[in-house]
């Protein structure tokens, strides 16, 4: 009977031992399917929520938030996460994790599905082969993520302009890529930009490619008329980049990831070809240079060929003089671009031309801004003069801006009519006035006496002028009806007068035939001829 009772109590405390193997099954499974736990730091907990918070990548949950505490020095707070067994790869060194919030920026609006979901921590699996646990979280979403294909470049410019992160790249007005980072230079004297290019519109980015500033719009004037460029409306709102290559390398070899390339303040800038030598002069006015500033063009004729780099006061206290010195950095290639080469040595060029009559003047730029540029050119009637050698840069002549002379002529004016006796002028000139005034004044009355009395007799004239003309008129008219009416005495005596005329004239043709006939009869007399 014993053996029998120690039998019924292992089966009593078989299911309880199987159960606990299953249960113990069950927590093995579950710690070996259990994935890493990681921590990620993040300056703020806004949108975090322990155990409700969950993980993403690809719109996939690979985890969840488990707790959240304040890291040691209370600047920023840490979050405990646990990632599934899957995504265990993708915890390495370059991996990248920020909280995916509703965002509004002046490029881009993000996070809006949030609204209805909440907040989750995004994450962009990195490239790297090393495994880590800690991270740093970023303060906003990345504008690429790392398996976006393309490739970064690196743009160094003076300043930021209106750009932000997240600005649209401009490649033939098409959007190519955007602006991704930017951050000061170390010394503080520029801006370095970090821009990425989609794929495969980075195979256009050579090595000569040139980058520019494509916010706001460009408004050119010229003898075309007025273009009004802008890559786009955003562009002009929130800011952008536009590049291009060269025609003559656009077979050349895309450039490497990461090559680096000055950011152009504008397009002109950007497409102008490189000076390859440069020459600082300096230039000394006596005049005032108001209107003149830092980067003022330095022209020859028209064609730009330097710019005003620094403008400096020089007070002289023997003669107690001020002078204005401005220096100016000039580009020879572009003077003597046409010149063959050897004919003129680098730096001669200006000496000789100065030589002929070279100098410098301050010109108005443009009437409506009032600034001012250096011009450069000849001025045969100047004294003579020769580029000025000290131990800093070279001076060249100035002569004095057409509006000084202006100035000195107006001024020169007005001592000379300071100097006229311009009282005694004024005073004779108010006599004179007076008397004509009196003149005018006697002119009228005089006026007025033969409007009244002298008017009414040369009327009563002209009346009894005409009634006499009228008895003229028809005295003429009696007079020529009896001069030539068929009738008249007067006619008959001529008619008469007429008919003796006649014989008288018949009679000298006569004896003009008998002269002809009988020449001597003039000597002897009238023969009379005989009868045969």
Same mark, same amino acid.
């Given at each position: 009977?014993?053996?029998?009772?120690?039998?019924?109590?292992?089966?009593?405390?078989?299911?309880?031992?199987?159960?606990?193997?299953?249960?113990?099954?069950?927590?093995?499974?579950?710690?070996?399917?259990?994935?890493?736990?990681?921590?990620? !730091?993040?300056?703020?907990?806004?949108?975090?929520?322990?155990?409700?918070? /969950? %993980?993403?990548?690809?719109?996939?949950?690979?985890?969840?938030?488990?707790?959240?505490?304040?890291?040691?020095?209370?600047?920023?707070?840490?979050?405990?996460?646990?990632?599934?067994?899957?995504? #265990?790869?993708?915890?390495?060194?370059?991996?990248?994790?920020?909280?995916?919030?509703?965002?509004?920026?002046?490029?881009?609006?993000?996070?809006?599905?949030?609204?209805?979901?909440?907040?989750?921590?995004?994450?962009?699996?990195?490239?790297?082969?090393?495994?880590?646990?800690?991270?740093?979280?970023?303060?906003?979403?990345?504008?690429?993520?790392?398996?976006?294909?393309?490739?970064?470049?690196?743009?160094?410019?003076?300043?930021?302009? !209106?750009?932000?992160?997240?600005?649209?790249?401009?490649?033939?007005?098409?959007?190519?890529?955007?602006?991704?980072?930017?951050?000061?230079?170390?010394?503080?004297?520029?801006?370095?930009? /970090?821009?990425?290019?989609?794929?495969?519109?980075?195979?256009?980015?050579?090595?000569?490619?040139?980058?520019?500033?494509? !916010?706001?719009?460009?408004?050119?004037?010229?003898?075309?008329?007025?273009?009004?460029?802008?890559?786009?409306?955003?562009?002009?709102?929130?800011?952008?980049?536009?590049?291009?290559?060269?025609?003559?390398?656009?077979?050349?070899?895309?450039?490497?990831?990461?090559?680096?390339?000055?950011?152009?303040?504008?397009?002109?800038?950007?497409?102008?070809?490189?000076?390859?030598?440069?020459?600082?002069?300096?230039?000394?006015?006596?005049?005032?240079?108001?209107?003149?500033?830092?980067?003022?063009?330095?022209?020859?004729?028209?064609?730009?060929?330097?710019?005003?780099?620094?403008?400096? *006061?020089?007070?002289?206290?023997?003669?107690?003089?001020?002078?204005?010195?401005?220096?100016?950095?000039?580009?020879?290639?572009?003077?003597?671009?046409?010149? #063959?080469?050897?004919?003129?040595?680098?730096?001669?060029?200006?000496?000789?031309?100065?030589?002929?009559?070279? /100098?410098?003047?301050?010109?108005?730029?443009?009437?409506?801004?009032?600034?001012?540029?250096?011009?450069?050119?000849?001025?045969?009637?100047?004294?003579?003069?020769? %580029?000025? #050698?000290?131990?800093?840069?070279?001076?060249?002549?100035?002569?004095?801006?057409?509006?000084?002379?202006?100035?000195?002529?107006?001024?020169?004016?007005?001592?000379?009519?300071?100097?006229?006796?311009?009282?005694?002028? *004024?005073?004779?000139?108010?006599?004179?006035?007076?008397?004509?005034?009196?003149?005018?004044?006697?002119?009228?009355?005089?006026?007025?006496?033969?409007?009244?009395?002298?008017?009414?007799?040369?009327?009563?004239?002209?009346?009894?002028?005409?009634?006499?003309? %009228?008895?003229?008129?028809?005295?003429?008219?009696?007079?020529?009806?009896?001069?030539?009416?068929?009738?008249?005495?007067?006619?008959?005596?001529?008619?008469?007068?007429?008919?003796?005329?006649?014989?008288?004239?018949?009679?000298? /043709?006569?004896?003009?035939?008998?002269?002809?006939?009988?020449?001597? !009869?003039?000597?002897?007399?009238?023969?009379?001829?005989?009868?045969?």
């Amino acid at each position: 009977m014993t053996p029998h009772r120690r039998w019924s109590l292992q089966l009593v405390w078989l299911i309880p031992i199987i159960a606990a193997l299953i249960g113990g099954w069950l927590g093995i499974k579950a710690m070996l399917d259990q994935g890493p736990t990681i921590t990620i !730091s993040f300056s703020t907990a806004e949108g975090l929520e322990p155990e409700k918070t /969950r %993980v993403k990548y690809r719109s996939m949950d690979i985890g969840r938030v488990t707790g959240i505490a304040f890291s040691e020095d209370r600047k920023r707070v840490i979050a405990t996460v646990a990632i599934s067994k899957q995504a #265990k790869p993708f915890l390495v060194e370059d991996t990248r994790f920020w909280v995916v919030r509703p965002r509004i920026s002046g490029t881009q609006i993000s996070g809006l599905g949030t609204l209805l979901s909440g907040a989750y921590i995004g994450m962009d699996v990195g490239e790297s082969s090393e495994s880590k646990r800690k991270f740093v979280g970023l303060d906003v979403p990345p504008i690429v993520t790392i398996d976006l294909p393309g490739r970064h470049f690196q743009l160094q410019a003076s300043d930021l302009g !209106s750009l932000d992160v997240g600005a649209p790249v401009y490649f033939r007005r098409v959007q190519v890529g955007s602006v991704v980072a930017y951050e000061l230079d170390k010394d503080g004297v520029g801006v370095k930009l /970090r821009v990425f290019i989609n794929a495969p519109y980075d195979q256009h980015v050579k090595a000569d490619t040139r980058f520019w500033q494509a !916010s706001g719009f460009d408004m050119v004037l010229d003898a075309s008329g007025i273009r009004l460029n802008t890559e786009s409306l955003a562009s002009m709102l929130l800011g952008g980049i536009a590049f291009q290559t060269p025609a003559e390398s656009a077979q050349a070899a895309p450039a490497q990831g990461g090559a680096s390339f000055t950011l152009y303040p504008d397009q002109g800038k950007a497409l102008r070809l490189p000076d390859t030598a440069e020459e600082t002069y300096q230039m000394v006015f006596d005049e005032s240079v108001r209107g003149l500033s830092v980067g003022a063009p330095v022209d020859f004729r028209g064609v730009v060929i330097g710019e005003v780099t620094a403008i400096h *006061v020089d007070f002289d206290a023997k003669k107690l003089d001020v002078r204005i010195p401005v220096e100016v950095r000039l580009y020879p290639d572009r003077l003597h671009g046409k010149v #063959k080469q050897g004919a003129v040595p680098p730096g001669a060029l200006i000496e000789k031309l100065v030589a002929r009559g070279l /100098r410098a003047q301050l010109r108005s730029g443009s009437l409506v801004t009032g600034q001012l540029v250096v011009a450069l050119d000849f001025f045969p009637e100047a004294p003579k003069a020769a %580029v000025l #050698k000290r131990s800093g840069p070279a001076e060249i002549p100035t002569t004095a801006s057409s509006l000084q002379e202006l100035q000195a002529t107006l001024l020169s004016l007005a001592r000379k009519l300071d100097k006229l006796p311009l009282e005694g002028t *004024v005073s004779d000139a108010r006599k004179s006035l007076q008397a004509l005034e009196n003149t005018l004044v006697a002119t009228e009355r005089a006026v007025k006496r033969v409007d009244s009395e002298l008017t009414p007799q040369a009327g009563r004239t002209l009346t009894d002028l005409s009634r006499t003309l %009228v008895n003229v008129e028809k005295t003429l008219d009696s007079l020529q009806r009896g001069l030539l009416a068929e009738d008249a005495p007067m006619q008959r005596d001529v008619r008469e007068t007429l008919r003796e005329v006649s014989r008288a004239a018949e009679a000298m /043709r006569s004896l003009s035939d008998y002269l002809e006939r009988n020449p001597g !009869s003039l000597l002897r007399g009238r023969v009379e001829e005989t009868v045969k």
